[in-house]
């Protein structure tokens, strides 16, 4: 079964499972792709409901990165980590117990913060490994990738409105937010500076209603009910497979953009979205900031200028693919990986 699921979602080169019952830690590091460099991926924590669905959600993810990472023009591939705890169990000892996991790949797959994780935890594994980015900057890192990864998802969302909408500002648009993780609030606040207008969701609802204390004018909506929203743009911002057979019919949006990867159930999905006249935007080419903020970060010399020059590409690299998508009658994601699966092979060739 573990060899059907690695097929099935993408052929990995190397799959590793590790467990130390010591400091309660179970997991599972992807390594899709290497032809362009090291693997490189967030470490998600999580309370997954099984080991499959451990397994299939780190197999997608690290997928996911291989085209993230192409698509962005790095030198480097695609790989994932996830843990599986509930992140308010999460230990010192758990982590740097990971970094050693991660040092025994020789530097194959390199790590940073995802959903539950944080630049802390980045530091504790920087204790038994140096395959870790994402640290603070005290200890040289760049810190949290977040508003990074919140940056290249407005630049895509204004690239989605310049092409679905033809306008070039985003000021009065309606936007719903899917989640208020660091991605998500550091996106809302962007949003509201270029005067939008934004609803928002968690399914914890209190970092919902502390958004809301600080920013009143804001629309807090059920985590159940966003799909619901009339709105310009439907944002995606907290796990993935949100979009699939059920809350398709429900979406009142000209635009899906947001930060979140594995956004759609399965990659057919697309063709439904055309078919309501949606515009979506490939997920792993508009959330690439953090990935490549971390990128930048790895090669040293690291400054901000640097990720914000490659994050503007995203702007040209999605007009060009929805304009593609057009042209070729395909779906953008399909564009999207042609994009990145050429690449990887000019380098093999």
């Known amino acids: 079964m573990v060899f059907q699921h690695i097929e099935e979602y993408g052929n990995h080169e190397q799959v ?30 999580w309370p997954y409901t099984s080991e499959k669905e451990a397994l299939i959600d780190v197999l997608k993810l690290s997928r996911g990165m291989t085209y993230k990472s192409a698509a962005a023009g790095l030198e480097q591939g695609g790989g994932k980590a996830v843990i599986i705890c509930d992140p308010k169990h999460k230990t010192p000892e758990l982590f740097k117990t990971f970094g050693r ?32 980015t994402g640290l603070s900057e005290q200890m040289g890192g760049s810190g949290d990738p977040s508003p990074f990864t919140a940056h290249s998802t407005l630049v895509g969302i204004k690239a989605a409105v310049s092409y679905k909408l ?56 059920d985590h159940k009910h966003i799909y619901d929203e009339d709105c310009d743009i439907f944002s995606p911002c907290a796990l993935g497979s949100v979009i699939n ?46 990935v490549i903020n971390v990128f930048v970060e790895s090669q040293g010399n690291y400054t901000k200028e640097k990720v914000e020059k490659r994050i503007a590409k995203i702007y040209h690299v999605l007009k060009e693919i929805f304009t593609r998508s057009e042209e070729e009658k395909k779906n953008p994601t399909d564009v999207a990986i042609e994009i990145a699966n050429n690449r990887i092979q000019r380098k093999l060739s």
Do not use: W
């Open 16 to 45: 590793m499972f590790f467990h130390e019952p010591s400091v309660n830690l179970k997991g599972i590091i992807a390594i899709h792709n290497t032809s362009l460099g090291p693997a490189i991926g967030g470490c998600r924590m």
């Open 101 to 132: 996991f991660i040092h025994s790949l020789n530097g194959a797959y390199i790590t940073a913060e995802d959903v539950g994780t944080s630049v802390e935890d980045m530091q504790h594994i920087r204790k038994t490994t140096p395959f870790v």
């Open 245 to 290: 057979v059920e809350t398709l019919q429900r979406l009142k949006c000209s635009i899906i953009a947001g930060a979140a990867n594995n956004q759609l159930d399965k990659l057919e999905r697309e063709y439904d979205l055309r078919k309501k006249n949606i515009l979506y935007a490939p997920d792993f080419v508009i959330n690439a900031g953090g």
């Open 166 to 221: 033809n306008r070039e500002s985003l000021e009065g648009l309606k936007v719903a937010v899917q989640g208020m993780g660091h991605v998500g609030v550091y996106l809302a606040e962007y949003l509201l500076k270029a005067g939008c207008q934004i609803s928002i969701c968690d399914i914890f609802e209190q970092k919902a209603k502390d958004f809301h204390k600080k920013y009143p004018q804001v629309k807090v909506v």
